[in-house]
C-alpha cells in the first residue's frame, strides 16, 4: 500500500536530532529520482521534547549525489537552539502533517556496553594479501536487556550500519568478549558478503551505539526483511516499528561511543 508515512527518526548523545519523513511507495510504482523527490513530506511541525522543553524542529534541504535533494528536519541552530541528545535521557517525538499526528518516544541509554580495544588481521582464505578483518573487544555489564547497533566508518566514506547491525546480550552477559567487525554496508551500493572487507592503508571508525529495547526491535525485524527480499523460503515477517497513527519507520535512541583504527599500508 502506497502513501503512508514513514518517519526515520534519530537522536544520540552530544549531536542534533534528525528527522526524515517521506510517504511509502506502491508496491509496483516504478521508482525513479524525480518520483523519490516527490516522497519527502515538506512543511510538517516536528517537534522533540525531552520533558522539560520542546524544541521545534526546522526544515532543512540537502542535495546529495545524482542530484537528488533531501528534505529532513533538526534543530534551529540559527535561532539559537543548540539542543542535543544527552544519555540517559528519553525523549518524545511529534509529527503533524496533513492534519494527522505522529509520536513516537526512544531513550538515550547509558554507554553500558563499551569498546575496550580494536584490532586487525590478514584475511582468512583470501588470495587479497590487503584485505584485512577488523575485531573488537566489548564489555557487557551484568544483567541482560542490553542492546547494541554499530556503525562503521572507512576513510572519510559516511558512517554505514552493518549488514547485520543489532545485537542483544543474551549470549555475552557479563563478559568481555571477542567479535568480528563487518564493514557497514550502503545498502543503496552493496557489496557481496565474500568481498566485504577492510583494507591496508585504510582508517576505520567504530560507532559502538547502545540502544533500547524498542529501537532494538525496530532494526531487528527491519534488517530481516531486508535480507529476506527476493527470498521465497523466508519466513514472514513483521517490521515492528515504534511510530503511532500506523505509520512506518522509527525513532531511534543512540548512546554512541567511537574507536579509530589506522590500518598500515
Given at each position: 500500500?502506497g502513501d503512508?508515512?514513514v518517519?526515520?527518526?534519530?537522536?544520540?548523545?552530544?549531536q542534533?536530532?534528525?528527522?526524515?519523513?517521506?510517504?511509502?511507495?506502491?508496491?509496483?510504482s516504478?521508482?525513479?529520482?524525480?518520483?523519490l523527490?516527490?516522497?519527502f513530506?515538506r512543511?510538517?511541525r516536528v517537534?522533540?521534547?525531552d520533558?522539560?522543553?520542546?524544541?521545534?524542529?526546522k526544515e532543512y534541504?540537502?542535495?546529495?549525489?545524482?542530484?537528488?535533494?533531501?528534505?529532513y528536519?533538526?534543530?534551529?541552530?540559527?535561532?539559537?537552539?543548540?539542543?542535543?541528545?544527552?544519555?540517559?535521557?528519553t525523549?518524545?517525538?511529534?509529527?503533524?502533517?496533513?492534519?494527522?499526528m505522529?509520536?513516537?518516544?526512544?531513550t538515550?541509554p547509558?554507554?553500558?556496553?563499551t569498546?575496550?580495544?580494536?584490532?586487525?588481521?590478514?584475511?582468512?582464505?583470501?588470495?587479497?594479501?590487503?584485505?584485512v578483518?577488523?575485531f573488537?573487544?566489548?564489555?557487557?555489564p551484568?544483567?541482560?536487556?542490553?542492546?547494541i547497533?554499530?556503525?562503521?566508518q572507512?576513510?572519510?566514506?559516511?558512517?554505514?550500519?552493518?549488514?547485520q547491525?543489532?545485537?542483544?546480550?543474551?549470549?555475552?552477559?557479563?563478559?568481555?568478549?571477542?567479535?568480528?567487525?563487518d564493514?557497514g554496508?550502503?545498502?543503496?551500493d552493496?557489496?557481496?558478503?565474500?568481498?566485504?572487507?577492510?583494507?591496508?592503508?585504510?582508517?576505520?571508525?567504530?560507532?559502538?551505539?547502545n540502544?533500547?529495547?524498542?529501537?532494538?526491535?525496530?532494526?531487528?525485524?527491519?534488517?530481516?526483511?531486508?535480507?529476506?527480499?527476493?527470498?521465497?523460503?523466508?519466513?514472514p515477517n513483521?517490521?515492528?516499528?515504534?511510530i503511532?497513527?500506523?505509520?512506518?519507520?522509527?525513532?531511534?535512541?543512540?548512546?554512541?561511543?567511537?574507536?579509530?583504527?589506522?590500518?598500515p599500508?
Amino acid at each position: 500500500v502506497g502513501d503512508v508515512v514513514v518517519v526515520d527518526a534519530s537522536i544520540e548523545n552530544d549531536q542534533y536530532p534528525t528527522v526524515v519523513l517521506s510517504r511509502s511507495f506502491n508496491y509496483y510504482s516504478n521508482i525513479n529520482l524525480a518520483e523519490l523527490a516527490k516522497t519527502f513530506i515538506r512543511d510538517a511541525r516536528v517537534t522533540v521534547q525531552d520533558g522539560t522543553t520542546t524544541h521545534l524542529l526546522k526544515e532543512y534541504s540537502v542535495g546529495v549525489p545524482g542530484g537528488l535533494m533531501v528534505n529532513y528536519y533538526s534543530s534551529d541552530t540559527a535561532a539559537g537552539d543548540f539542543f542535543k541528545g544527552k544519555l540517559n535521557t528519553t525523549y518524545w517525538l511529534s509529527v503533524e502533517t496533513n492534519g494527522d499526528m505522529y509520536t513516537a518516544n526512544t531513550t538515550i541509554p547509558d554507554l553500558a556496553k563499551t569498546i575496550d580495544s580494536l584490532w586487525w588481521k590478514p584475511a582468512p582464505f583470501s588470495d587479497d594479501t590487503t584485505q584485512v578483518t577488523v575485531f573488537v573487544r566489548a564489555s557487557d555489564p551484568p544483567g541482560l536487556g542490553n542492546y547494541i547497533r554499530y556503525f562503521t566508518q572507512t576513510n572519510t566514506d559516511p558512517f554505514f550500519p552493518g549488514g547485520q547491525s543489532v545485537f542483544d546480550d543474551q549470549l555475552v552477559d557479563g563478559t568481555t568478549y571477542d567479535l568480528r567487525v563487518d564493514p557497514g554496508v550502503n545498502r543503496n551500493d552493496p557489496v557481496p558478503f565474500d568481498e566485504n572487507f577492510f583494507h591496508r592503508g585504510d582508517t576505520v571508525t567504530l560507532k559502538l551505539s547502545n540502544i533500547d529495547r524498542a529501537s532494538y526491535n525496530f532494526w531487528l525485524t527491519m534488517e530481516f526483511a531486508y535480507q529476506s527480499i527476493g527470498n521465497p523460503f523466508a519466513s514472514p515477517n513483521t517490521v515492528l516499528g515504534n511510530i503511532s497513527n500506523d505509520a512506518l519507520g522509527a525513532f531511534t535512541g543512540y548512546g554512541s561511543s567511537y574507536r579509530t583504527l589506522i590500518i598500515p599500508q
